[in-house]
């Protein structure tokens, strides 16, 4: 079964960018439809996914539209990224990738492998 394990989370003044990295092992990641979800502090993890990208044809879908982020597949590394332009704090979080055999759909509970998550927060 694929294993995931994120990186590239840390701290980031207000309208700064982080690029969050997902990579698999086992498995070719690229089969997969992998997303990111996100779980603020002191708050419950959301339900609905920040982005997703699929396993069959790379379409990406995004839970917001305001054009911050981009998923996308890194050729030849067996992962997927996550950058997030112009953060906010209240983009503060732990964000997790996930991943399913399956069409794309943001919805948390459709997705049964986890990494185990990168902190990411937005401070000045």
């Known amino acids: 079964q694929v294993q995931l394990v994120e990186s590239g989370g840390g701290w980031v003044m207000p309208g700064g960018s982080l690029r969050l990295s997902c990579t698999a092992s086992?498995?070719?990641?690229?089969?997969?439809?992998v997303g990111w979800f996100r779980q603020a502090p002191g708050k419950e993890a959301e339900q609905m996914g920040v982005?997703?990208?699929?396993?069959?044809?790379?379409?990406q879908y995004y839970r917001d539209t305001d054009g911050r982020l981009r998923i996308f597949r890194e050729s030849g590394s067996n992962a997927v990224t996550l950058q997030m332009n112009d953060l906010e704090p209240e983009d503060t979080a732990t964000y997790t990738c996930?991943?399913?055999?399956?069409?794309?759909?943001?919805?948390?509970?459709?997705?049964?492998?986890w990494g185990q998550g990168t902190q990411v927060t937005v401070s000045s």
């Open positions: 996930a991943a399913r055999r399956g069409q794309p759909n943001l919805r948390r509970d459709l997705y049964g492998v």
């Open positions: 086992g498995e070719n990641l690229d089969d997969y439809t």
């Open positions: 982005a997703c990208i699929s396993g069959t044809d790379d379409s």
